[in-house]
């Protein structure tokens, strides 16, 4: 026996060609895909403030970033509106207006660059809604199943005749992909895809999105009647199948980073396209430890993005898409 090692890891580790080598997970702006929010009128640019470096865009700007994203090689957007005040009610019903500011957005994006990028678009009551939940309540605040899911398939029909390319329920209702599929199915839209928001948590990193698209303020109580408990895997496990079985073309872990587990169990399980979002408090997170000089803000994002990866996603749902890609194209 020699007293040496004779396989030594190191080895393939100690220069840059070596490494490039034998990397196991590559990153690409193709693993991407951008969340934007939209704001009313022309011209607009509102930083959110508890998303340093995110802003809402109106609708002519909104264009432009879909652009950006085009030119840095993401391939997908995912939009979300900031709803005016005014058109927020109890039974959401904004959400099924053809002309409101998510299919107007939708529709101009569409115009100007046709399938040279997917418009994802998330299906759920809560940027419309008076209450900030994302369907239909009871006199108690409960949220019904079947009422809200006959509303989000109307909603997630209004955003595909608008022209979305992908549909995202992320409101949890049991049985809501089967219907949203019937639907498209009846009404010839063979090709809109539906990433299920499958695996998706009641989590306290929800807070800076729900200051983007205006809900916070609103929502009383929590979400805990519907999304799901933090302390369960095995459940995770049974939504996704559940979505798939529905017709689901990819499925979704949410939050990101504090549930890799789920994703790589996911990843192991199912053989579907599967997606995780790095929410508005894991980019929040990032960008404080940027901030306070706890960390380099471009090697954070890559590692973050990569661990996504490397744990089995197809692609990664980040506010930091557009920096990340310009990271990865320089
Ligand atoms: C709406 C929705 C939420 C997010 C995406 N879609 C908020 C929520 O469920 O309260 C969160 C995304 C983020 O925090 O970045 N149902």
Known sequence: MPSFPSTRLRRTRSTSWSRNLVRETRLSPHDLIWPLFITSGNGVEEPVASLPGVSRWSVDNIVDRAREAVTLGIPCVALFPNTPPDKRSDDGAEALNPDNLMCTAIRAVKDALGDEIGVLTDVALDPYTSHGQDGLIDEKGYVLNDATSEVLTAQALNQTEA????????????????????????????????????????????????????????????????????????????????????????????????????????????????????????????????????????????ETLMAFKRAGCSGVLTYHAAYAARLLND
């Open 163 to 302: 022209g979305a390319d992908i549909i995202a329920p992320s409101d949890m209702m049991d049985g809501r992909i089967g219907r949203i599929r019937n639907a498209l199915e009846g009404g010839g839209h063979h090709n809109t895809q539906i990433m299920a928001y499958s695996a998706k948590y009641a989590s306290a990193f929800y807070g800076p999105f729900r200051d983007a698209v205006g809900s916070g303020g609103l929502l009383k109580g929590d979400k805990k009647s519907y999304q799901m408990d933090p302390a369960n895997a095995d459940e995770a496990m049974r939504e996704i199948a559940m979505d798939i079985a529905e017709g689901a073309d990819s499925v979704m872990v949410k939050p990101g980073l504090p549930y890799l587990d789920i994703v790589r169990s996911a990843a192991d399980g199912f053989n579907i396209p599967l997606f995780a979002y790095q929410v508005s408090g894991e980019y929040a997170m990032i960008e404080a430890a940027a901030a306070a000089g706890a960390g380099d803000r471009d090697a954070l994002i890559l």
